[in-house]
Nanobody, 117 residues
Framework: QVQLVESGGGLVQPGGSLRLSCAAS????????MAWYRQAPGKERDLVAR???????NYADSVKGRFTISRDNAKNTVYLQMNSLKPEDTAVYYC???????????WGQGTQVTVSS
């Protein structure tokens, strides 16, 4: 069983930056594809960025060039650096770990990001 704990959310003005962190425990971090999703009120949970265990990344079109996902395998932690934030980035951000095999998909509790002046 993998536990994921997000941190780093908060209130930021448009154009500002935030760095989200997700600390993983209870599993083999290296074996998981890690990702960040977000869910705005009344909307579905959507993929923001994903990083493979080999370090390959992919991003939603809406965040390309502004957000960067990275992972520190020594610290069992994945990060999301968010720059040039926009009001439409406001959402609850969730960390996800995807392993191989049934039942190996885990979620954190979420962290709120609010972009507002």
């Amino acid at each position: 069983q993998v536990q994921l704990v997000e941190s780093g959310g908060g209130l930021v003005q448009p154009g500002g930056s935030l760095r989200l962190s997700c600390a993983a425990s209870g599993g083999m971090f290296l074996s998981y594809v890690m990702a960040w999703y977000r869910q705005a009120p009344g909307k579905e949970r959507d993929l923001v960025a994903r990083i493979s265990n080999g370090g390959s990344t992919n991003y939603a079109d809406s965040v390309k060039g502004r957000f960067t996902i990275s992972r520190d395998n020594a610290k069992n932690t994945v990060y999301l650096q968010m720059n040039s934030l926009k009001p439409e980035d406001t959402a609850v951000y969730y960390c996800n770990a995807q392993g191989v095999g049934p039942g190996s998909n885990y979620w954190g509790q979420g962290t709120q990001v609010t972009v507002s002046s």
